[in-house]
């Protein structure tokens, strides 16, 4: 079982870039989040995605969006970068409501 | 009334040792308490998790305490080894709404 996947696992990019992050969840689950840990924190949630729609929101701004395809696959994409946003970007993947497993991030830097 | 405060900020455990992190929680509608732990460069893996219809869970040397009226629960690592020397979360969730919020994290040393 490979587990979450994520990519890429480094991200370099400019202020004022677009960046999209993704995530195939673990074999069998059909719920995805997402979280942003800045360093030194811990993670704060983005948003989830559930049959394609996003179920929940966290307090991101709109420059924060999501995609969930019908593998349950999962795009994350975040406009107009600015410093603030570099951190670890990480997927969560589940089947019910409980039991999260997290791939290992994408490392973004924002410069 | 989201927040999950978590203490302390770093542990220093000597091999053997007991190590003890604490959380506390204001929402009473949470109902689901994991601990997840997390190494450099990897994302949190979770470790144990309780409902609030119990008062203690353990699962080999990882036990956690929980007190509901107190809105506080905590980990206890028994047999402290330095592979357990890692940042740990403690974290909350809603029934139905499946959102983490997370505690400010604990990073623990386990001396040789």
């Known amino acids: 079982d490979a587990g979450v996947t994520q990519s890429p696992t480094h991200l370099i990019k400019t202020r004022g870039q677009q960046v999209t992050l993704r995530c195939s969840p673990k074999?069998?689950?059909?719920?995805v989040s997402w979280y942003q840990q800045a360093l030194g924190q811990g993670p704060q949630f983005i948003f989830q995605y559930y049959e394609e729609e996003e179920r929940q929101r966290g307090n991101f701004p709109d420059r924060f969006s999501g995609h969930q395809f019908p593998n349950y696959s999962s795009e994350l994409n975040v406009n107009a970068l600015w410093l603030g946003d570099s951190a670890l970007y990480l997927c969560?993947?589940?089947?019910?409501?409980?039991?999260?497993?997290f791939g290992s991030g994408t490392r973004l830097t924002v410069v | 009334q989201q927040q999950v405060k978590q203490s302390p900020q770093s542990l220093i455990v000597q091999k053997g040792g007991i190590s003890i992190i604490n959380c506390a929680y204001e929402?009473?509608?949470?109902?689901?308490f994991p601990w997840y732990q997390q190494f450099p460069g990897k994302g949190p893996a979770l470790l144990i998790a309780?409902?609030?219809?119990?008062s203690e869970k353990k699962e080999g040397r990882f036990t956690i305490s929980f007190n509901k009226s107190a809105k506080q629960f905590s980990l206890h690592i028994m047999d402290s080894q330095p592979g357990d020397s890692a940042t740990y979360f403690c974290a909350a969730s809603k029934e139905g709404f499946q959102k983490l919020v997370f505690g400010t994290g604990t990073r623990l040393l386990v001396s040789p």
């Open positions: 969560a993947s589940a089947e019910g409501n409980y039991g999260y497993t």
């Open positions: 929402n009473t509608a949470f109902d689901y």
């Open positions: 074999s069998g689950h059909d719920t």
């Open positions: 309780i409902r609030p219809d119990v």
